[in-house]
């Protein structure tokens, strides 16, 4: 039971960050006015929460439910999943800042300030399928490493 409940949040917990991530890439445009960057902010600021959300629930579920953690500790495409989530969290540092600059300077982005961001959105955008992939053959008990 506790397992199915994590499952169900951490499911719609990684929904909403794709959902999040998508609506900044939508929101960040040449040509974008205030009112848009401060409106990225604030959906920004939804993206940190659920990365933290995720990282809890997550978490939770390899320790205390679903196959305990010498199962994933032992798992390479655990590793791979983890990694994959923390090279998308530190793509997502220099957007967040730029964000915040935009805002305080109260004055809207240059073209070239837009398609910098735009970049790292698509990479971590194009990091989201391998994530998938890892989380369905971990789950699977492809992966086992040989060490006990
Ligand atoms: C955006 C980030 C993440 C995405 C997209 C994601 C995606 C998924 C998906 C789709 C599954 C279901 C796999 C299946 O049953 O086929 C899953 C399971 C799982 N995830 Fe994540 N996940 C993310 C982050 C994390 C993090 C940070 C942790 C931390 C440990 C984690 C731990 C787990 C665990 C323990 C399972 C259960 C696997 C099993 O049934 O054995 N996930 N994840």
């Given amino acids: 039971m506790p397992d199915l409940i994590l499952a169900i949040f951490?499911?719609?917990?990684?929904?909403?960050?794709?959902?999040v991530l998508f609506a900044e890439l939508v929101l960040v445009r040449r040509g974008m006015d205030l009112a848009t960057v401060s409106r990225v902010s604030r959906i920004d600021l939804m993206y940190g929460a659920l990365a933290g959300l995720i990282i809890l629930?997550?978490?939770?579920?390899?320790?205390?439910?679903?196959?305990?953690?010498?199962?994933?500790?032992?798992?390479?495409f655990f590793h791979a999943k983890i990694a994959t989530f923390v090279l998308i969290g530190v793509l997502s540092i220099p957007p967040t800042l730029d964000y915040i600059r935009w805002r305080r300077a109260g004055t809207a982005p240059s073209d070239p300030q837009v398609a910098s961001v735009r970049r790292?959105?698509?990479?971590e955008m194009a990091l989201f399928p391998a994530l998938l992939a890892f989380a369905a053959a971990m789950a699977r008990g492809y992966g086992e490493l040989p060490i006990h």
């Fill in 120 to 123: 790292l959105l698509w990479i």
């Fill in 10 to 19: 951490h499911h719609i917990l990684v929904f909403s960050l794709f959902g």
């Fill in 57 to 76: 629930v997550g978490f939770s579920r390899a320790v205390f439910a679903a196959k305990g953690w010498t199962y994933y500790a032992h798992n390479i």
